[in-house]
């Protein structure tokens, strides 16, 4: 007799990332699972999108960080009931006020403007120096910066513009759309995101927070036992 395919767990990097940056997590989660980090090709909002959608299947569990978490939100509203489960890592459903999201988006257009002028070697260098980032150690800087220098400039100021906090509106009077089992995770010392987190699951039909001891903006890269273990166990209860 056939078996049946593992369940697949399609993860979706960050801002600034390749899909190698999954690498830790689905390691840990084993060989239960058909794991694919997603490494985009396109610059856009639509486009990333579009990519998301097209590995997607209606047995597929989406896990996205930060930018990615954003844009699953985004896929997963687009086929609200295509998904077996979500994981959204480090994110939120956008910004409310009108005033505070242009102000982003102003924010965000003038560091596309900055990058398109640099080499993506001081872009990095100023991006691991942002306050968010305060909570990872060196020897994990050291071992995401590949990927980072990996992106060209101009291309990652076009996301920005279309994929920015600023330039996507706020989806929180629509979580209630979204079907599957969805897990909303933050670390502990990421407190806006804890907020969100807590917030979202409240209004998902399915939703579940977890928050990550000890752990930052990214608790899947800063403590990866931890979010590994909280992961496997929400795939387990709902897609194995």
Do not use: K, N
Not at 84 to 98: F, K, M, N, P, Q
Not at 136 to 142: F, G, M, V
Not at 189 to 207: H, I, K, N, T, W
């Amino acid at each position: 007799m056939d078996r049946a395919p593992a369940p697949a767990v399609l993860f979706v990097p960050g801002f600034m990332q390749r899909g190698d940056a999954w690498r830790a997590t689905a390691e840990r989660i084993g060989t239960r699972y058909r794991s694919t980090r997603l490494d985009h090709r396109s610059a856009t909002f639509s486009g990333r999108v579009d990519e998301i959608l097209e590995r997607a299947d209606g047995g597929t569990a989406l896990v996205g960080y930060s930018m990615g978490g954003r844009l699953a939100l985004h896929a997963a509203l687009r086929r609200p009931r295509a998904l077996a489960a979500l994981v959204l890592v480090g994110a939120s459903a956008g910004i409310e006020d009108d005033a505070l999201r242009a102000e982003r988006r102003d924010a965000d257009e003038r560091l596309a403007g900055w990058m398109e002028g640099r080499s993506i070697e001081a872009i990095v260098e100023a991006w691991e120096r942002l306050p968010v980032f305060a909570t990872q150690s060196p020897e994990l800087r050291e071992a995401l910066r590949p990927g980072r220098l990996s992106h060209d400039p101009v291309e990652l100021a076009a996301l920005l513009r279309t994929a920015g906090q600023g330039a996507l509106p706020p989806l929180w009077d629509r979580l209630g759309e979204i079907a599957c089992p969805t897990l909303l995770v933050a670390g502990e010392s990421d407190g806006v995101y804890v907020e969100a987190a807590y917030r979202m699951a409240g209004l998902l039909p399915r939703g579940t927070a977890r928050i990550v001891p000890g752990a930052g903006h990214a608790p899947q890269l800063e403590a990866p036992d931890a979010f590994a273990s909280a992961l496997s166990e929400f795939l387990g209860e709902h897609i194995a």
